[in-house]
């Protein structure tokens, strides 16, 4: 059974910064493309970042870039999320989710991200 593992959440001071990770289990991870995508409870869904499989390209959502960085470890089936320069508006539960022809297939549990000083 596919299986995606949220970590690295927590409370951190306006400016602050957090890296997520996000551990994979069996299915052949260096060859899909992983998304990171947030919800504030009462909202909508928004992505963050996904990175391509290979060439491993990274693509950022506008409110993000600049901020952000996604990268990924092909060798321990593991995405990472750093997050820099954090805001209150970036206060949301962040999930890892498998693109599965390029639309969001398996999901991650969510670990929960409060920026707040």
């Known amino acids: 059974q596919v299986q995606l593992v949220e970590s690295g959440g927590g409370l951190v001071q306006p400016g602050g910064s957090l890296t997520l990770s996000c551990s994979t289990f069996?299915?052949?991870?260096?060859?899909?493309?992983i998304h990171w995508v947030r919800q504030v409870p009462g909202k909508g869904l928004e992505w963050v970042a996904v990175?391509?499989?290979?060439?491993?390209?990274?693509y950022y959502g506008d409110s993000v870039k600049g901020r952000f960085t996604i990268s990924r470890d092909n060798s321990k089936g593991v995405v990472y999320l750093e997050m820099n320069d954090l805001k209150p508006e970036d206060t949301a539960v962040y999930y890892c989710?498998?693109?599965?022809?390029?639309?969001?297939?398996?999901w991650g549990q969510g670990t929960q991200v409060t920026v707040s000083s």
């Open positions: 989710v498998r693109d599965e022809s390029f639309a969001f297939g398996s």
């Open positions: 069996r299915f052949a991870f260096y060859a899909y493309w």
């Open positions: 990175i391509r499989s290979d060439p491993q390209v990274p």
